[in-house]
């Protein structure tokens, strides 16, 4: 006996038997957790939004109230990442803008069809 009280596998059967157990186990955990990975992390990227998930809209009674922050500067980097079958030229104008907390700022792209064909094309933020 173990200090625990358990009987401790004796023969190589039972031994086998034991590291059988342990490696479904693992197994079956694995298949669960993969299972499981991208509910979990759809409801984690919502909660804190991460990987530029938006739980909620703004509330623009508090957005119209918003004060600036002189004492904090941010840097706004822009850019304009198309994807590889879309032969258009999109690009920022400006590729950084410097505002305070709570300060308004425009920011303007310019897109170009080189191509005969129309093209639509969706923008996202992340």
Not at 111 to 121: E, L, M, V
Request: positive net charge.
């Amino acid at each position: 006996f173990s200090k625990s009280g358990r009987a401790q596998p004796r023969t190589t059967r039972e031994k086998n038997r034991t590291t059988l157990l342990y490696l479904s186990s693992a197994a079956i955990a694995t298949v669960g957790a993969s299972y499981a990975a991208v509910p979990l992390y759809r409801v984690f990227c919502q909660t804190t939004g991460y990987g530029g998930t938006v739980a909620e809209g703004h509330d623009t009674e508090k957005v119209e109230s918003m004060e600036k922050k002189e004492e904090r500067l941010l840097t706004i980097k822009f850019n304009a990442d198309t994807a590889a079958q879309m032969r258009w030229n999109f690009r920022p104008q400006q590729s950084v803008v410097y505002v305070h907390p709570g300060e308004t700022a425009l920011a303007f792209y310019t897109a170009r069809n080189p191509t005969d064909k129309p093209i639509d094309g969706i923008s996202t933020y992340n």
